[in-house]
């Protein structure tokens, strides 16, 4: 196993370059040396304005968070409801069983 695995990283290693892809020459890339860029500078005229609609996405998430809240509020007081209707069954229960049991 070791030797496979020696054979295998030997054989990427000598065919690695052969198969790799060599990065096509652009023609903007020899433009982008700082040297050219510090040449080319302009001023930005106007104001820079980010226009991304983030209100209607902020109201989105609100709504969402607020039907969560809601929906668990509304299961949580169903299952207090349901508790409380079993305490109630089992207290009727206990007070049958205990007459039940006082009587000769």
Same mark, same amino acid.
């Given at each position: 196993?070791?030797?496979?695995?020696?054979?295998? /990283?030997?054989?990427?290693?000598? +065919? !690695? =370059?052969?198969?790799?892809?060599? @990065?096509?020459?652009?023609?903007?890339?020899?433009?982008?040396?700082?040297?050219?860029?510090? /040449?080319?500078?302009?001023?930005? +005229? !106007? =104001?820079?304005?980010?226009?991304? @609609?983030?209100?209607?996405?902020?109201?989105?998430?609100?709504?969402?968070?607020?039907?969560?809240?809601?929906?668990?509020?509304?299961?949580?007081?169903?299952?207090?409801?349901?508790?409380?209707?079993?305490?109630?069954?089992?207290?009727?229960?206990?007070?049958?069983?205990?007459?039940?049991?006082?009587?000769?």
């Amino acid at each position: 196993m070791k030797q496979l695995i020696t054979a295998l /990283a030997l054989a990427f290693t000598l +065919t !690695g =370059p052969t198969l790799a892809q060599e @990065p096509e020459a652009d023609e903007s890339a020899e433009e982008g040396s700082p040297d050219d860029r510090q /040449a080319s500078f302009q001023q930005v +005229t !106007g =104001p820079q304005v980010e226009d991304v @609609p983030g209100g209607a996405l902020l109201i989105g998430a609100y709504g969402v968070a607020w039907l969560l809240v809601v929906f668990y509020l509304w299961r949580l007081a169903g299952l207090s409801r349901r508790t409380a209707a079993d305490v109630d069954a089992l207290h009727h229960a206990v007070r049958n069983a205990s007459e039940e049991k006082d009587r000769p």
